[in-house]
């Protein structure tokens, strides 16, 4: 029986395919610092991971299919699982305010809650709706998460592929609902694939974003009201009267970053691009570590990536008023696609997966495993930050002096087209001279380079020649640096 066409391309991937990440550091190197564990599960528990919320001992998991299991015990040799809920539209995002479980289905902004406590969500109440569907398998509703101020924030993916029931307004927007629900405002546009939306310790929204045409590699940005983050395809809502972005006008395609970012009107570049297959591919949900869960990158954040089945980590500063900084590896090696991260009651790193539609290098189709830090500290770049001629560099440990010179440090730069394109390879790659090297302290060093051009993604790299007092070397001993702008 011949297949019809539109159910061929539900069974295609959701991106383009690419080629093989670059080799990185052996996944036994960072098993010896880092546990993943995985979750034994019955075989008719499907867990295509959209929402993890912790509460006590119990899991609450939203999938893919529409289902939220409760895991209990999931830390133990013997984990439970029970259907809690069914029935919902794909919901892919869930947060726990009061008693009750918020998530965004693709049609409406939901919260539920079992009033009668026998194990079962039996009240379900929706507390915002009306945003326009067209029909595309691709119409994604990402979140929600709650912001400083109490409201819901929620990202609508842009369509790939035909629209059955015409364009739909609002696509590629982030949403922002009352804290007790109610009418949508559209706050930010420009999104593509925005599979990641958390708030920071600050009550800042965030958001990771993925690669693809008019986004030339992956991103974590934060969200203001009124930003536009370059995407054209929500340019035709901006400036309704609904809207709080204005207009930006027609986007030209091919300009180099810095041309666009002050030529496209309200145009946000991101606080860290995220290179591709250098750190991830594809991001998703994210966490900041604010207890130390992770030993000495408190503060920093990590985040899963949903095709190349790792944690990587984010250092970011605020540099002349706005947010920048860098990504580095973490752990590799997980079973597929992270698409959720949660923290655990004993400081573990619960991590959600699914491989469907969303390809990865682990080959198991959804999953739940967890992060454990192992009480080893390595030796690693902790955080590299920007000087006025260059970086700082600060590590775990203290820096042998004798190898704080400049032959011990690679720099190289690059930069990225906006354009329609499907992603963009790196533009005007340049090497940098390393003019001076100092120590700031035991563990800083300071590096100064021939020029710090801004709108730049800098890769600092240690091979092997940084050691500390025990002539150990760097663990991954590389960074990648986001350069908007300059401190004064």
């Known amino acids: 029986m011949a297949v019809p066409l539109i159910a061929l391309f539900a069974l295609l991937p959701q991106e383009p395919a690419s080629p093989a990440p670059v080799p990185r550091t052996p996944v036994a190197e960072e098993a010896r610092y880092l546990a993943i564990d995985t979750v034994p599960l019955p075989a008719d528990v499907v867990l295509e991971v959209g929402g993890l919320v912790v509460r006590g001992d119990d899991l609450f998991v939203a999938t893919r299919r529409g289902e939220i299991w409760r895991i209990t015990a999931a830390a133990s040799a013997a984990p439970r699982a029970s259907l809690w809920a069914e029935g919902l539209q794909e919901p892919l995002g869930l947060i726990d305010i009061d008693g009750w479980l918020w998530c965004a289905q693709r049609g409406e902004l939901s919260r539920l809650r079992d009033a009668d406590g026998d194990g079962r969500m039996d009240e379900l109440q929706t507390m915002a709706q009306g945003w326009p569907l067209s029909g595309n398998y691709h119409e994604y509703a990402f979140g929600p998460t709650r912001a400083g101020d109490g409201s819901l924030w929620l990202l609508l993916n842009k369509p790939f592929g035909d629209e059955p029931f015409g364009r739909a307004a609002w696509r590629g927007f982030a949403l922002r609902v009352p804290p007790g629900g109610g009418t949508f405002e559209p706050v930010v546009a420009g999104l593509r694939s925005p599979c990641g939306v958390g708030t920071s310790p600050e009550g800042e929204v965030w958001y990771s974003d993925n ?115 860098a990504c580095y590896p973490f752990r590799a090696g997980f079973q597929c696609g992270i698409t959720r991260v949660a923290w655990g009651t004993q400081g573990t790193l619960w991590c959600g997966l699914t491989n469907r539609g969303w390809g990865s290098l682990g080959q198991a189709e959804h999953g739940l495993q967890r992060l454990s830090w192992r009480g080893e500290e390595p030796f690693e770049l902790l955080a590299i930050t920007a000087t006025q001629g260059g970086f700082a560099v600060q590590c775990t440990q203290d820096v042998a002096a004798a190898s704080a010179v400049v032959g011990s440090f690679e720099v190289r730069s690059w930069t990225y087209d906006h354009h329609e394109d499907y992603g963009c390879p790196p533009r005007d790659e340049r090497r940098h001279v390393v003019t001076k090297v100092a120590r700031v302290d035991a563990r800083t060093v300071a590096i100064e380079l021939d020029a710090v051009p801004l709108c730049r993604v800098y890769e600092v790299r240690a091979p092997g020649l940084v050691r500390d007092g025990g002539a150990a070397k760097l663990w991954h001993g590389v960074g990648w640096y986001t350069r908007n702008r300059d401190p004064r």
């Open 211 to 325: 690669q693809g045409e008019w986004c030339a590699t992956s991103k974590f940005a934060p969200l203001a009201v009124g930003d536009f983050h370059g995407h054209p395809w929500s340019q035709p809502w901006c400036g309704k009267k609904e809207s709080k972005v204005a207009d930006p006008g027609e986007v030209k395609s091919g300009q180099r970053m810095d041309v666009a970012a002050r030529t496209i009107p309200g145009f946000r570049l991101p606080a860290v691009w995220l290179p591709y297959d250098l750190c991830g591919r594809s991001p998703g949900g994210f966490v900041w570590d604010t207890a130390g869960h992770f030993g000495p990158f408190r503060g920093q954040v990590f985040c899963g990536d949903q095709y190349s089945s790792e944690v990587f980590r984010m250092s970011l500063e605020r540099v002349d008023g706005a947010w920048q900084g």
